[in-house]
């Protein structure tokens, strides 16, 4: 089955430090990840996806994220954390087993970048 | 115009009311989701619609029934509903290159 594991329930960080949330991933064949962000009462915002190609990954907000395949990881990092930028985020993969066109969410990590 | 809009953006409905979520897309997106989202989780699909068919149903209770009447506009009925069903329900649609396009969601209570 694919899915993705985001170990931390929450991550804090002061403003202006460089900050990483962490995913792993369980996939069988090639990966499809994704980031998303979500801001209270909202819907969620596409950040930046992998699909092949470079193993670091530029998105939106100044976010990136790396690929490691032999970890098995799809960490999202940017250099210099915003207070703004505190929000839940989600990794994510796209299930190949139905075409892909289920995505499978992972349960969040909240994000609080203090001033 | 890249967005999904979903309306209401609130609903408090009684267990034997009957009512709709509406979701609109004018973006082309061939693919449209119906996400279900309690507070603090992460979304749980219920169905997808691809070309206007339903291709995916997670085994959603028939209380829950989604319509797709074209290519822009995706519903979802709904009938009966327990308290439990009380969520955020988060419509997204998705591009050629597998991007996930989300509204803001309804916030739906059942009392």
């Known amino acids: 089955a694919q899915s993705v594991a985001q170990p931390e329930d929450q991550v804090n960080v002061a403003e202006g430090n460089p900050l990483t949330v962490k995913c792993t991933y369980s996939?069988?064949?090639?990966?499809?990840l994704f980031w998303y962000v979500q801001y209270p009462n909202r819907g969620l915002q596409f950040l930046l996806k992998?699909?092949?190609?470079?193993?670091l990954v530029k998105g939106s907000y100044g976010f990136e994220a790396e690929f490691n395949k032999s970890q098995t990881s799809f960490h999202l990092k940017k250099p210099s954390a915003l207070v703004s930028d505190s929000a839940l985020y989600f990794c994510?993969?796209?299930?190949?087993?139905?075409?892909?066109?289920?995505?499978?969410f992972g349960t969040g990590t909240r994000l609080l970048v203090s001033p | 115009d890249t967005e999904v809009t979903q309306t209401p953006k609130h609903l408090v409905m009684g267990m034997t009311n009957k009512k709709s979520l509406k979701c609109e897309q004018h973006?082309?997106?061939?693919?449209m989701y119906w996400y279900k989202q309690k507070a603090k989780k992460p979304p749980e699909l219920m169905f997808v619609?691809?070309?206007?068919?339903?291709?995916i149903n997670e085994s959603v209770p028939s209380r829950f029934s989604p319509e797709c009447p074209n290519s822009s506009l995706l519903n979802l009925h709904l009938h009966a509903l327990q308290p439990e069903d009380s969520a955020l329900y988060l419509c997204?649609?998705?591009?050629?290159?597998?991007?996930?396009?989300f509204g803001q969601g309804t916030r739906l209570t059942v009392v």
């Open positions: 994510a993969v796209r299930d190949g087993r139905t075409g892909f066109q289920k995505l499978v």
């Open positions: 619609y691809s070309y206007e068919k339903l291709s």
């Open positions: 996939v069988s064949g090639n990966p499809y």
């Open positions: 992998y699909i092949t190609g470079d193993n």
């Open positions: 997204a649609s998705r591009d050629y290159r597998g991007r996930a396009f």
């Open positions: 973006m082309g997106h061939r693919a």
